[in-house]
T-cell receptor
Framework: GAVVSQHPSRVICKSGTSVKIECRSL??????MFWYRQFPKQSLMLMAT?????????EQGVEKDKFLINHASLTLSTLTVTSAHPEDSSFYIC?????????????FGSGTRLTVV | AQSVTQPDIHITVSEGASLELRCNYS??????LFWYVQSPGQGLQLLLK????DTLVQGIKGFEAEFKRSQSSFNLRKPSVHWSDAAEYFC?????????????WGLGTSLAVNP
């Protein structure tokens, strides 16, 4: 089945630095990838939708200059948290859609726990 | 507006007991409905989905869900819960808005299983 690899699984960074999270579709081409943020004991909050080769579409209230999303190929999307602050600490999850699949055939990565100290 | 409601924030059941997790949705057209499970610190795994056809949907790990249009519900059931089923469960509806087909998420139900 479709597999999405998300890396790193955990990262600790200092306040003010930037962190890059990668989301790779291992055995399929992903035309669309979604990036979510999840606070403890809460649901997923959609941050942005990225389509290969075009600019990401950000949800209302998400700072696009702070959360940079790049989807340069059909198998890789990256989320860069720029100038991270402790309030950016969260669990980030990506999901990717196999272009051959049913309309909602999304596969999720295993998530990245970001801690900003 | 499209929305998903999971009325139960937390449920505790005994191992071997039956389980029903509730999900209600608000959607203007025929919905695409999903149940996902999330273990602590992990991503989400699809349990089952409903697009059309038979309203009783079978999923993985012994789960099933029934789509009831009249009640705008898509409740998840399992006849006998195992300790390994303890996790967070999310109901979602697929939005047809735009071309990106987003998922609208419920807030989740946390399931604890007593031995």
């Amino acid at each position: 089945g479709a597999v999405v690899s998300q890396h790193p699984s955990r990262v600790i960074c200092k306040s003010g630095t930037s962190v890059k999270i990668e989301c790779r579709s291992l055995d399929f081409q992903a035309t669309t990838m979604f990036w979510y943020r999840q606070f403890p004991k809460q649901s997923l909050m959609l941050m942005a939708t990225s389509n290969e080769g075009s600019k990401a579409t950000y949800e209302q209230g998400v700072e696009k200059d702070k959360f940079l999303i790049n989807h340069a190929s059909l198998t890789l999307s990256t989320l860069t948290v720029t100038s991270a602050h402790p309030e950016d600490s969260s669990f980030y999850i990506c999901s990717a859609r196999d272009q051959r699949s049913t309309p909602y055939g999304y596969t999720f990565g295993s998530g990245t726990r970001l801690t900003v100290v | 507006a499209q929305s998903v409601t999971q009325p139960d924030i937390h449920i505790t059941v005994s191992e071997g007991a039956s389980l029903e997790l509730r999900c209600n949705y608000s959607y203007g057209a025929t919905p695409y409905l999903f149940w996902y499970v999330q273990s602590p610190g992990q991503g989400l795994q699809l349990l089952l989905k409903y697009f059309s056809g038979d309203t009783l949907v079978q999923g993985i790990k012994g789960f099933e869900a029934e789509f009831k249009r009249s009640q705008s519900s898509f409740n998840l059931r399992k006849p006998s819960v195992h300790w390994s089923d303890a996790a967070e469960y999310f109901c979602a509806v697929g939005s047809n808005a735009g071309n990106n087909r987003k998922l609208i998420w419920g807030l989740g139900t946390s399931l604890a299983v007593n031995p």
